[in-house]
């Protein structure tokens, strides 16, 4: 079965009205002297805000416990230093412009970022699959790239933007959406084209190098892994999970049946934007048939496609069981939606709380109790540089 891997970033906010505020750098103070959670902290592109990358895994229930356990301690930390850690796209208000960790690097970004800066406070969930092969990478990112729309709408979880319901599930794709290389990536021949053209990019300015490609899904610059950056930070650990699950299995079924002919660009670009307006409401085109598709006729269209490599994975009950529960409780932002509605801003205090309280009700245990240290000290191997692709 492919490894992988996720990281989940999270936004620290004024407890009562739920603003940021920069106080990252405390809690990752605060947090580096346990040396089972340090070496997979860091800093972020926002002063309010950390994230944490799991270590390699190869099963769901030990990614879970690492996941669960860092929350419980963040929960810890920030409640120390009175402020809450949100795991959601976008917070209920800002108060201020956006402030950066100024890092050279970040710096040059924000340069270029210009007046969209002030807006740009936004969290999300990426989950990279290992493919090892350049082209094989190649052929799963092209598979991913049709199914991005459908793993939006049952993510979105980003409806509130300066304290007022934006009328989107995810906000945080709006907000994404004015980036130079947004949304549906290009389909590529193999890993040579990939890595052509993003060159170009990178030499014309449009982005500052391959590591900030923006689309939401790319080749990771570090590692040989496909990374899926569509989904919006999840309020749910649940439901990072089977967003995880979803996405190592479609990364498989694509490497192992590439599809002959790709979606438009225009068409899977224009159900992104459905995807985040409407989320499980759209109707999005199905990859399999060209058709357009309610979102839960679509989930059993894709269940049984990616059944032999869920089934393999041992993930089959945890995606089939996640997407019953987001079915019937609703995504993130209709929680967020439902909770505000029947007790304001108190309501969405308690829901960003609960995100943190403790292990899942049903986390799946490791096969084996001491699969996270050992994977601690096994990472994915670093991608080749110049000669096969490394973004």
Same mark, same amino acid.
């Given at each position: 079965?492919?490894?992988?891997?996720?990281?989940?970033?999270?936004?620290? %906010?004024?407890?009562?009205?739920?603003?940021?505020?920069?106080?990252?750098?405390?809690?990752?103070?605060?947090?580096?002297?346990?040396?089972?959670?340090?070496?997979?902290?860091?800093?972020?592109?926002?002063?309010?805000?950390?994230?944490?990358?799991?270590?390699?895994?190869?099963?769901?229930?030990? @990614?879970? #416990?690492?996941?669960?356990?860092?929350?419980?301690?963040?929960? !810890?930390?920030?409640?120390?230093?009175?402020?809450?850690?949100?795991?959601?796209?976008?917070?209920?208000?800002?108060?201020?412009?956006?402030?950066?960790?100024?890092?050279?690097?970040?710096?040059?970004?924000?340069?270029?970022?210009?007046?969209?800066? %002030?807006? *740009?406070?936004?969290?999300?969930? *990426?989950?990279?699959?290992?493919?090892?092969?350049?082209?094989?990478?190649?052929?799963?990112?092209?598979?991913?790239?049709?199914?991005?729309?459908?793993?939006?709408?049952?993510?979105?979880?980003?409806?509130?933007?300066?304290?007022? !319901?934006?009328?989107?599930? $995810?906000?945080?794709?709006?907000?994404?959406?004015?980036?130079?290389?947004?949304?549906?990536?290009?389909?590529? &021949? !193999?890993?040579?084209?990939?890595?052509?053209?993003?060159?170009?990019?990178?030499?014309?300015?449009?982005?500052?190098?391959?590591?900030?490609?923006? #689309?939401?899904?790319?080749? $990771?610059?570090?590692?040989?892994?496909?990374?899926?950056?569509?989904?919006?930070?999840?309020?749910?650990?649940?439901?990072?999970?089977?967003?995880?699950?979803?996405?190592?299995?479609?990364?498989?079924?694509?490497?192992? $049946?590439? @599809?002959?002919?790709?979606?438009?660009?225009?068409?899977?670009?224009?159900?992104?934007?459905?995807?985040?307006?409407?989320?499980?409401?759209?109707?999005?085109?199905?990859?399999?048939?060209?058709?357009?598709?309610?979102?839960?006729?679509?989930?059993?269209?894709?269940?049984? #496609?990616?059944?032999? $490599?869920?089934?393999?994975?041992? !993930?089959?009950?945890? %995606?089939?069981?996640?997407?019953?529960?987001?079915?019937?409780?609703?995504?993130?932002?209709?929680?967020?939606?439902?909770?505000?509605?029947?007790?304001?801003?108190?309501?969405?205090?308690?829901?960003? @709380?609960?995100?943190?309280?403790?292990?899942?009700?049903?986390?799946? &245990?490791?096969?084996?109790?001491?699969?996270?240290?050992?994977?601690?000290?096994?990472?994915?191997?670093?991608?080749?540089?110049?000669?096969? %692709?490394?973004?």
């Amino acid at each position: 079965m492919l490894r992988f891997g996720i990281e989940e970033e999270f936004m620290l %906010v004024d407890p009562r009205r739920l603003v940021p505020i920069a106080r990252g750098r405390d809690i990752l103070d605060r947090l580096a002297a346990r040396q089972d959670l340090a070496p997979q902290l860091r800093g972020e592109f926002l002063a309010a805000q950390i994230e944490y990358a799991t270590t390699v895994h190869s099963e769901i229930g030990a @990614a879970c #416990w690492e996941l669960a356990a860092f929350r419980t301690a963040l929960r !810890d930390a920030a409640g120390d230093l009175s402020v809450a850690p949100l795991s959601a796209g976008t917070p209920f208000d800002v108060a201020e412009p956006a402030t950066i960790v100024p890092t050279d690097r970040y710096l040059r970004i924000a340069a270029e970022f210009g007046e969209m800066l %002030v807006e *740009h406070q936004v969290n999300g969930l *990426h989950v990279h699959v290992e493919v090892i092969d350049p082209d094989a990478r190649v052929r799963a990112l092209n598979g991913v790239r049709e199914w991005l729309p459908f793993l939006l709408a049952i993510t979105g979880d980003s409806p509130y933007w300066h304290g007022r !319901d934006t009328g989107f599930e $995810s906000w945080r794709n709006v907000i994404l959406r004015r980036m130079p290389t947004a949304g549906c990536p290009p389909e590529f &021949a !193999d890993a040579a084209d990939y890595r052509r053209r993003t060159e170009l990019l990178v030499d014309m300015g449009a982005v500052l190098d391959p590591g900030s490609i923006a #689309w939401a899904a790319r080749l $990771s610059e570090r590692y040989p892994t496909v990374e899926v950056r569509v989904f919006d930070a999840q309020l749910s650990l649940d439901d990072t999970l089977t967003a995880a699950a979803l996405t190592r299995a479609v990364v498989d079924a694509s490497v192992r $049946s590439p @599809a002959r002919h790709g979606a438009p660009a225009e068409l899977v670009d224009a159900a992104l934007w459905e995807a985040g307006r409407r989320g499980a409401a759209a109707r999005l085109p199905d990859p399999r048939s060209g058709t357009l598709r309610p979102v839960w006729t679509l989930a059993e269209t894709l269940v049984e #496609w990616l059944r032999p $490599s869920l089934e393999a994975a041992g !993930d089959l009950e945890v %995606v089939i069981e996640g997407l019953e529960r987001i079915r019937r409780d609703g995504t993130g932002a209709a929680r967020q939606r439902e909770r505000y509605g029947s007790a304001g801003v108190a309501g969405l205090r308690e829901l960003c @709380a609960e995100s943190c309280d403790g292990p899942l009700r049903r986390a799946p &245990a490791p096969a084996a109790i001491d699969e996270v240290a050992v994977l601690v000290s096994s990472p994915f191997p670093p991608a080749a540089r110049r000669g096969s %692709v490394a973004s």
